[in-house]
């Protein structure tokens, strides 16, 4: 029993937000029945994203809905609140929120007070002061930039079909990820095999005239799995004649023209920069210490360093990693937030009833990258597997974590099915657009931008 009413307050409904929520529904479910504790999830979106099923979701083989977990459907016990934290000052335990409601009525921020604060608003992309990269860059974070990635590259493939200028086509044709971690390496992977299939359904398009060009600025790409295992993803991706250039930086992509470090200029349509994160905003409102990379100075208890009754875990925590050297930090990926939640819930359960709390420690279990359908790379537990059996380990793994018993299934469904017929091809791009129909109808603007997609 807990020594006094609790007013828990979890900002952000990421993997750590979720499934820390989840798990004091389950270790405080007396108390929330007795209402000694309540839990208030403060979240931009009403649900959470699995954002390792992005690039299958940009590749047609998940629907975007399944990627997503709806939050209000596993936090029944929750009170789940859409807005953003705007400000939070733990030395009187509130937090400044505006919601949906706050901005229709054109209402101030609301004050909400707590007791127990678990800061979890993850990590935003970090984008560097590149000309031409805020009005041409696409991102790959959220389920809304893969689909809208997936429809627009569908729909450079029809520009290129349809042209008869060579500069325009060729721009089209013309891919250009910036980043060699995991989201630029598996939706580069997952696009071009996607683009692939789709161009012999082109009468005037083969796979070879499309060109795809990763740049990374460091001499090696996907450090989790490995030195050789990602020597061996360059080879495979160079062998789908796809472009690897490492050491090699995005000067400018002004005019839709992508200028590298190198010197060679790319005149391209598309440019997807996934070259790392940082933590949220929301770190600079608070009054709460921070590491020299923005990030909560954090114990491995999960605590903020210096600061009674403040959490953290995830993307926006700097947690000592107690099995390996000192002054090393737990790196900030979906393995570790989703264990990290679990020991967070406990010790807020434990620090609650006066309980001990316990340190936060991890074996590593590897890492698994796809590179396509039926490819793949994986280092699991020192074992190194590539092609379909790292694929396989890939997709198997993921499925085991995605949140709720609902969405494996519906998962496995759709792989299943789409063993079993031809992949999809279809591009939705007008859904971004949903008005524009009517609005024409209805004298206003043209429903289509005659600049095409960014």
Not at 259 to 285: C, E, M, N, Y
Not at 289 to 305: D, I, S
Not at 388 to 408: D, E, G
Request: hydrophobic share 40%; charged share 25%.
């Amino acid at each position: 029993m807990v020594k006094e009413r609790a007013r828990i307050l979890v900002v952000g409904g990421g993997y750590v937000g979720m499934y820390t929520a989840l798990r004091l529904q389950r270790q405080l479910r007396a108390e929330l029945r007795r209402g000694e504790a309540e839990i208030t999830v403060v979240t931009p979106e009403p649900y959470m994203t699995y954002q390792p099923f992005l690039p299958e979701a940009a590749a047609g083989s998940i629907s975007p809905r399944h990627v997503v977990v709806p939050l209000r459907r596993v936090l029944p016990h929750c009170r789940v609140i859409v807005g953003e934290a705007r400000s939070i000052r733990h030395a009187e335990r509130t937090a400044t929120v505006t919601t949906l409601a706050t901005e229709e009525q054109d209402a101030p921020p609301e004050e909400l007070s707590y007791d127990e604060l678990v800061l979890a608003p993850g990590s935003v992309s970090r984008t560097l002061p590149v000309p031409g990269l805020a009005d041409h860059g696409i991102g790959f974070k959220t389920v809304e930039e893969a689909i809208g990635l997936r429809n627009h590259v569908i729909e450079q493939m029809d520009i290129a079909s349809s042209t008869r200028d060579p500069a325009i086509r060729d721009a089209a044709l013309t891919f250009v990820f910036v980043g060699g971690g995991y989201a630029g390496v598996e939706a580069l992977g997952e696009l071009e095999d996607m683009a692939r299939y789709t161009a012999r359904y082109y009468h005037n398009l083969t796979p070879d005239d499309l060109k795809w060009i990763l740049v990374e600025a460091s001499d090696r790409i996907l450090p989790e799995v490995g030195e050789e295992m990602g020597r061996y993803t360059v080879t495979e991706l160079r062998r789908r004649n796809i472009q690897v250039l490492l050491g090699t930086r995005l000067e400018s992509c002004a005019d839709r023209v992508a200028v590298l470090s190198d010197g060679q200029r790319f005149p391209t349509r598309t440019v997807v920069w996934t070259a790392g994160v940082k933590p949220h905003p929301i770190l600079d409102a608070t009054d709460l210490p921070r590491t020299e990379r923005g990030r909560l100075r954090c114990t491995a208890e999960l605590t903020v360093e210096g600061h009674a009754h403040a959490w953290a875990a995830g993307d926006a925590a700097a947690v000592p990693d107690v099995t390996a050297a000192p002054g090393t930090e737990c790196a900030p990926n979906a393995q570790h937030a989703v264990r990290q939640a679990r020991v967070l819930g406990d010790n807020i359960a434990r620090s609650l009833r006066g309980e001990p709390l316990r340190p936060y420690s991890h074996k590593y279990a590897g890492s698994v990258a796809s590179l396509g359908l039926h490819k793949g790379v994986a280092q699991v537990y020192g074992r190194k597997l590539k092609g379909y059996p790292a694929w396989f380990m890939h997709r198997a793994y993921h499925l085991s974590r995605v949140p709720t018993f609902n969405r494996k299934a519906r998962v496995l469904a759709e792989w299943t099915l789409a063993g079993l017929f031809k992949r999809e091809i279809v591009s939705l791009g007008s859904l971004e657009h949903p008005r524009a129909e009517f609005e024409l109808a209805a004298g206003g603007k043209p429903p289509y931008d005659p600049k095409g997609s960014s």
